[in-house]
């Protein structure tokens, strides 16, 4: 008889007691203990089930006896997938994919299942047959490959893998899978834990890549234990504003690739259309000299973009003034603004400062602080900036323009999309080459001033 035991976990980090207590002593947090039902097998039934394993063990070898065979990946016929995931799908991998409920996560999968040329089932178990055809028919009328089921329930799952024996397995989402080996509710962190590592064997064993949606915390992170992290091959994160059109896939973990490539997408009727240029999407087509505006080279992991950063400056109306920001680390703000003051001489402590990213991305490389400067002065002085200049050099507290990382990719990325100059550090180590565009080199804040405003 297998016995059912009461046991107690976490449900932020998934730590595991004997007892209930208030305070989790693995992540700290109060009150987030909870009572969980696991079903536990026979003692007997676990030593005729480990003499069976035994006799299919594999044996260890030395590194090298061990055979080196390339892995073949699967092309998904997205770019920016294929990028983010280092150049597609690892067979027999587990793929986790998280971010904020209505961002496009179903979209996503359910677009690369029907354009995918391999045979995939798409598992649902938050929408019917019906839903997933109607959202599938506007995405792409014509697929080919795609097997929708809606089932919750491992065991029926892979009794249907068995039937169809698909190439590539999504599951929509983990959080609503359930297992008869566990005796608890759906999304609990009991069942999360059996549910991944079921599909962890059958990925491994049969050679089948697993894709997984992911619900997300309050906080932002991946819900469930922090363990599903650890136990998946790659955890993808699908990030942006769901007031913008624009959507970011980034790779928090890839044990296949790196983790510094991003994929941008645009939100669409018909699904999410790859954005091959972002740079020109985040750059306004505005034909008019309007000050306060500043393009900035930065990068966002292994990819080089233009971005525009506008300021507006004006007198405070109320007695404190107020520091505003989209898209920027407003303590940054302040030291930019403390650093003008002090270094350069100009009087911002009575005046109100706005600073917005266009595009509704948030950017924390150093190197767009020139183009914020320029911006905040261009807004102070109304007085425009000419519209093929843009900046990419770190500020320093005392005034310094501070080299940045890769200058020579922001340097292409600007030349590419038609600057006539860039300003940058005098410090940094330019290669030689035949760069069309003028490079303006700078030491301190008081060159960029008279080199802007004269």
Not at 177 to 203: M, N, V, W
Not at 258 to 282: C, K
Not at 290 to 319: C, H, K, N
Request: with cysteine; proline share 4%.
């Amino acid at each position: 008889m297998a016995k059912v035991k009461t046991t107690y976990f976490c449900q932020k980090c998934g730590a595991q007691y004997s007892k209930w207590q208030g305070k989790c002593n693995s992540c700290g947090d109060w009150n987030t203990i909870v009572e969980e039902l696991v079903q536990k097998a026979d003692p007997k039934d676990w030593k005729t089930s480990a003499k069976k394993e035994a006799k299919k063990a594999a044996r260890p070898l030395l590194i090298a006896e061990i055979e080196n065979t390339p892995q073949n990946r699967m092309n998904t016929g997205n770019n920016e997938l294929d990028r983010v995931l280092g150049g597609g799908i690892v067979p027999g991998s587990l793929t986790l994919l998280g971010g904020e409920p209505g961002i496009g996560k179903s979209t996503l999968l359910l677009q690369i299942s029907l354009g995918l040329k391999y045979r995939v089932l798409y598992v649902s178990g938050e929408e019917s047959q019906q839903q997933i055809k109607m959202r599938a028919e506007r995405i792409n009328p014509n697929p080919a490959n795609c097997f929708i089921l809606t089932e919750t329930k491992t065991q029926n799952i892979f009794r249907q893998v068995e039937e169809i024996t698909p190439e590539v397995v999504i599951i929509d989402s983990i959080q609503t899978l359930h297992s008869d080996y566990i005796e608890s509710s759906p999304g609990s962190i009991s069942q999360i834990r059996e549910c991944t590592a079921e599909l962890i064997k059958f990925a491994k064993e049969s050679n089948t890549p697993v894709i997984l949606i992911g619900h997300i915390t309050k906080e932002g992170s991946i819900a469930g234990p922090k363990v599903l992290e650890h136990m998946v091959d790659t955890v993808l994160q699908f990030e942006g504003d769901r007031n913008h059109v624009y959507r970011i896939l980034r790779a928090h973990k890839n044990r296949f690739g790196s983790t510094h490539e991003l994929g941008i997408y645009e939100m669409q009727g018909s699904g999410l259309r790859e954005v091959t240029n972002p740079s020109e999407i985040l750059i306004s087509k505005n034909d008019e000299d309007l000050s306060g505006t500043a393009i900035a080279s930065t990068l966002e992991g292994m990819r080089p973009l233009m971005i525009e950063i506008q300021a507006l400056v004006s007198t405070a109306v109320y007695g404190t003034p107020q520091r505003s920001t989209t898209g920027y680390n407003a303590k940054r703000l302040n030291m930019l603004l403390a650093v003008l003051e002090k270094r350069a001489g100009f009087r911002l402590g009575a005046k109100d400062v706005f600073l917005n990213v266009t595009g509704g991305i948030s950017v924390d490389d150093p190197a767009i602080d020139l183009a914020v400067i320029a911006a905040i002065l261009s807004s102070n002085e109304d007085i425009a900036l000419q519209k093929d200049t843009c900046f990419a050099a770190e500020v320093g507290l005392a005034g310094e323009i501070r080299p940045v990382t890769r200058i020579e990719q922001r340097i292409l990325e600007a030349e590419k999309l038609g600057f006539a100059s860039i300003m940058v550090s005098k410090q940094s180590k330019i290669p030689k080459g035949n760069f069309q565009i003028r490079i303006v080199k700078v030491a301190k804040i008081e060159d960029v001033v008279s080199h802007l405003f004269g």
